[in-house]
C-alpha cells in the first residue's frame, strides 16, 4: 500500500505561483509512475501532468506546457508541481497518483492509489 498527502494549495492571484507536494509512505515511490490530476465539482478528473519512475520520460495536458513543472525526489518519496503563471481557470482540487502498472500513464482508472488532494484557487 502506498499513502499520498498533498499539499501546497493555496488561494493565489492570477500570475502567480506555487509549488505542490505530495508525500508518499508506505513504499518507495521509484518504481511506481506518478501523477497529478485536477478536479472541479462535478466535472471529470482531469489529466494535468505524469512522470515515469526514473523521471526520464514526462507528460503535460496542453493546457499547462510551459507553466507547470512535474518532479520528483525519489530519495525522499515525494513528487511536485511547480505551477507558474497561474490562470483562473487553473483553480481545482489537485490529486497525486501513483501507478504500478504503467510506466508512465495519462488515464486515472490506471492508477492505483489517491492522496486526497489539496485546493489550488486562483483569483482574476
Known amino acids: 500500500q502506498v499513502q499520498l498527502v498533498e499539499s501546497g494549495g493555496e488561494l493565489v492571484q492570477a500570475g502567480g505561483s506555487l509549488r505542490l507536494s505530495c508525500a508518499a509512505s508506505?513504499?518507495?515511490?521509484?518504481?511506481?509512475?506518478m501523477g497529478w490530476f485536477r478536479q472541479n465539482p462535478g466535472k471529470e478528473r482531469e489529466f494535468v501532468a505524469a512522470i515515469s519512475g526514473s523521471g526520464g520520460r514526462i507528460r503535460y495536458t496542453e493546457s499547462v506546457k510551459g507553466r507547470f513543472t512535474i518532479s520528483r525526489d525519489n530519495a525522499k518519496n515525494t513528487l511536485f508541481l511547480q505551477m507558474n503563471s497561474l490562470k483562473p481557470e487553473d483553480t481545482a482540487v489537485y490529486y497525486c497518483a501513483a501507478s504500478s502498472k504503467f510506466e508512465i500513464a495519462t488515464l486515472a482508472h490506471n492508477y492505483d492509489y489517491w492522496g486526497q488532494g489539496t485546493q489550488v484557487t486562483v483569483s482574476s
Open positions: 508506505g513504499r518507495t515511490i521509484g518504481s511506481y509512475s
